[in-house]
Structure formats: C-alpha cells, structure tokens
C-alpha cells in the first residue's frame, strides 16, 4: 500500500525542528517496515510512554535560578516530556487515536501549566537567563506540534485556541526579555541558546502578543548595555520596549552572524574579548569562549576528548545549529552555509569539523543528525567548489555511524531531542528541503 503524501497536506503548524506531517509520513515508513524508522519511532515513543509513568514536576510559581543548569526540574525535565508527548501525538494520530489524544493532553498539560499559573521570573541574575534559553523553546516546538490538534469537547484546533493565545501572550510579557538580553550582552553558549530562543519565540508568537524587552545600546567599545531608560525590570512592562516579531527574529538572526564573525562583543572578566583574544568561530572552526572552560582561548587543540573544552562547545554548537535549522525552514540556509568571504571566520561546518579533527566525545546526537541531513542535501546543491569539498570531507566521518559506535542511536531525550527520528534518513534516501513557513 502506498504511503500517503503528508507532506501536502494543510497544517496550521509552522515548523522548528518538524512538523505534524513530517512525523505521520515516519510513522508510515516505521509502520512500512523501514528500520531506520521503526528504530527511532520505537525509541521515542519508549520514552514518551516512559514519562507518562512519571509523576508531572510541580508547576512554579516564580522562575528563580541558581547555577545549575537543571533548576528548576519543570523545565528541564518538563522540556523533554513536553517536547516527546507532542512528537508520540502526531506519530500515533493515524493508527491509534485513543493514545495520540492522551500525549497530546498531557503536552498541552505541560505548555498551559506556567501560563495557567501566572508563573513570574524573579530576576535577571544567576542562572535565570542561561535556563530560560536551554529549555523553553521546547515548550514552543511542542505546542506548535500540537497545532492541528483538537482537544475534546472544544471547537477549534490548539493553534487557534484561547490556550495557545494566553501561552504567546506569557512568553511575551513574562519570558522573551530574558533571552533577549543574553543574545546581546554575551558571546558564548548562553548567547548560542538565547539567539535560538528569541528567534522561536518571535516566530511563534508574531503579532498575536506584545513582546517586551529591554533597550539595548552600544558602549564606546561596541558591546551592547542595557539602555537605562528601558530596564524593562522583572515584573513589569511600564519600562519595556515592545517589539515587533519580525524586527526580533531577524536580530536574532543577525546577532548569530555578528557572533560567529567576531562583531559582537562582550567585555567581562571571563570572556575572550575582556582578555585580548577575541570572541567568534575561528577560521580553523575553534570557539575561543568555549575552550578557555579549560584551555587559553586561542588553543587549537583539545587534548582533552570530553573535558570543559569539548563539552561546552558541542553545547553552543547544537543551539546555533537548531537556530541554521529553524532558519532553513523559513526559507534561509545561510547559517548553514555562511563562511565570512574576508577573514574565513564563521563557519558552522568548520565547527564540527574542528571537533572531529580533534577526536573529542561526540555526545550532541540530534546535532550531528542535523548537520548530517542538511549537508549531504547541500553537497549535491552547492555550486561553490571549495565548499562542497569541506561539506563532503565532513560527512565522509560518517556522522550517524560516530553515534552507533558510541551507542547512543537512535538519538534519545537531551538538549535538543530524537534527532534521528526527526533527522535520520536511509542509505538509499536523498535527503530534500523540509516543509517551509514564511519568514515573520
């Protein structure tokens, strides 16, 4: 029997990482008997059943942080329940109704709980910013998963719903300025993460809900400062500034290729631009604010294969490679593809590339999904020689095959989750353009 076309069908979705559609026509291949699919549905959907076993962390009344990176557990662990109950919806929609609706319940359970709450941040210190990032943009994949979703009893599908407006109505006036100010005021992973968020948060929420954020001004040495007269304080919007959505994306947009190209500045005690080097992807595909975790930060080599060094740049890569996703899917893959034609600097590729080379622990799997997909499409499309050379000196390591080795296929429940499910393809396959949604 022939699978459907899904991906010609409607969907109010717009599509971060997938889509509905996407993910019915992998449960039809995993149901035609496809082992790549059948190995990353089951994997999936093992967790996501797993999870409803769990119980639910418990809603917060105010969001404040610590520094550790799992404060507080209804984020981090609730990000990857969320994010997994939305994808096991639209890969049990066809065949088994009765629990699609129960995953698709228990998500939006999850992304309605904070909103329901009137769940406040306390502050722009410690952890809060950083947090806020790494994990709430699961929240927005999950509900624009559940999109064309129906709840029972209701008359309109989630998109539409007076939930999904008082979730974009929180993330405007509760959450965005949070990442907002990380992507401007830091260079490092904590900007990586923010950029992605803000970008997410603007393309889901576009003009549906006011986004309020701080001023942002450039000092005499070109870092970005919070304007005094806009703090936009936690708490309040009487001193915000409110943006629009598609000014916000395509500065977060902006600030990756300012970041990666060494234009963006950030002058404190730890950072590499406070201490003479400077901030950016080297053209040798080094991230000078991640090794100095734990070497200086002009090293070129990690001797270390899973020490800070390693660690922290495959943290700040997978952010800036879910944002090069994002943006493909409206349409843009120059985060992909970009190198600055002046100094070399910027390249994502070179990124991975540089890990590679210096054979560190690869343990960012959905990342390498991604990378693997998007560049053996790009191979066979870029017209730039030299490019399409380092592109295929990249995928010649076998990327999938890095994971299978290491055991850690199909990718599972993390940062960023279920690459292979979401990113995998087959030997005999080629890999296509995913669905896309305009621009805001």
């Not at 915000?240 to 990756?256: E, G, S, T």
Request: proline residues 6%.
């Amino acid at each position: 029997m022939p699978i459907p076309d899904f991906l010609a069908l409607p969907t109010l979705a717009r599509g971060y990482l997938t889509t509905p559609n996407e993910l019915r026509r992998i449960a039809a291949l995993a149901r035609a008997g496809t082992d790549l699919y059948k190995a990353a549905v089951k994997a999936e959907l093992g967790y996501a059943r797993d999870a409803l076993g769990q119980d639910a962390p418990r809603v917060p009344d105010t969001l404040k942080f610590d520094d550790d990176i799992n404060t507080p557990p209804y984020l981090s662990t609730g990000s990857k329940y969320v994010y997994a109950w939305a994808l096991a919806y639209n890969l049990l929609r066809d065949t088994e109704p009765e629990q699609a609706e129960a995953y698709a319940q228990r998500a939006h359970d999850l992304i309605m709980g904070m909103p329901d709450q009137g769940t406040q941040v306390r502050n722009y210190e410690n952890n809060t910013r950083l947090n806020i990032s790494v994990y709430t943009q699961n929240f927005v994949y999950a509900a624009d998963l559940l999109a064309d979703w129906t709840p029972r009893g209701q008359q309109r599908p989630f998109a539409s719903s007076a939930d999904a407006r008082k979730f974009k109505q929180w993330l405007g006036a509760e959450i965005i300025r949070y990442p907002y100010n990380a992507a401007h005021t830091r260079v490092n992973n904590w900007s990586a993460w923010a950029r992605l968020t803000t970008a997410v948060i603007a393309d889901y929420v576009g003009d549906d809900a006011p986004l309020y954020v701080q001023g942002m001004l450039k000092d005499a040495d070109g870092a970005y400062q919070v304007d005094p007269e806009s703090p936009c304080d936690s708490g309040e919007t009487q001193t915000c500034l409110k943006m629009a959505a598609h000014v916000m994306y395509a500065d977060a947009i902006q600030l990756h290729f300012d970041m990666v190209d060494g234009k963006l500045y950030e002058f404190s005690f730890s950072s590499c631009d406070g201490n003479g080097s400077k901030s950016m992807i080297r053209p040798d595909g080094g991230i000078p604010d991640e090794l100095r975790r734990q070497y200086d930060c002009d090293t070129t080599t990690i001797a270390d294969s899973y020490g800070a060094a390693a660690r922290y740049s495959q943290f700040a890569l997978e952010a800036m490679t879910s944002l090069a996703e994002l943006a493909w899917r409206r349409g843009d893959a120059s985060i992909y593809t970009h190198i600055d034609s002046a100094t070399s600097r910027g390249a994502l590729w070179r990124a991975i590339q540089f890990l590679i080379d210096n054979r560190v622990t690869l343990t960012r799997g959905s990342m390498l999904e991604m990378i693997n997909r998007f560049y053996t499409y790009q191979a066979g499309a870029e017209q730039d020689g030299a490019k399409r050379a380092e592109y295929q000196k990249l995928l010649s390591h076998d990327l999938p095959g890095i994971l299978r080795r290491q055991d850690d296929w199909p990718v599972g429940a993390a940062f960023v989750s279920f690459g292979t499910l979401t990113h995998g393809f087959g030997a005999m396959e080629m890999p296509q353009p995913p669905p896309k949604a305009p621009a805001r």
